[in-house]
């Protein structure tokens, strides 16, 4: 395919980036039998949430990963997180099925690697 070895150019690049989503996509969950929505993290966001969460100074550093991010994932019609950190005490008590299909969506929209899952459940 040819296309695909089209060099990008700085105003390319700004034209795509204006077409892809923000903000959050809605996605089927099996287990609670309706739709949620997963947060689309900027970089400045994406990172923050790295710091609250897993930064070694982190007063959530000792909960599960998947109940930390959950609770940062879950957000509403108009992007407000439906859970609060106080609430993550709660999640981490869940079936782990109710987690992980979250998780995964989360990781996988907001461009975190394998790899970078792979780290986080050997710290969890």
């Known amino acids: 395919d040819k296309d695909m070895s089209k060099q990008l150019t700085a105003a390319l690049i700004a034209a795509s980036?204006?077409?892809?989503?923000?903000?959050?996509?809605?996605?089927?969950?099996?287990q609670l039998g309706g739709d949620i929505n997963?947060?689309?993290?900027?970089?400045?966001?994406?990172e923050a949430f790295e710091k609250i969460a897993f930064g070694l100074d982190s007063e959530f550093k000792d909960y599960p990963q998947?109940?930390?991010?959950?609770?940062?994932?879950v957000v509403d019609e108009n992007g407000k997180r439906l859970f609060g950190d106080d609430q993550i005490p709660v999640i981490?008590?869940?079936p782990a099925y109710v987690t992980m299909p979250v998780f995964q969506?989360?990781?996988e929209i907001n461009g975190v690697g394998p790899d970078k899952v792979e780290a986080?459940?050997?710290?969890s």
């Open 120 to 123: 986080a459940e050997k710290n």
């Open 105 to 107: 969506k989360y990781n």
């Open 38 to 46: 997963i947060k689309i993290h900027n970089v400045a966001e994406r």
């Open 92 to 94: 981490s008590e869940w």
């Open 66 to 73: 998947r109940a930390v991010t959950f609770a940062h994932a």
């Open 17 to 30: 980036i204006a077409e892809l989503p923000t903000g959050h996509i809605s996605m089927p969950h099996k």
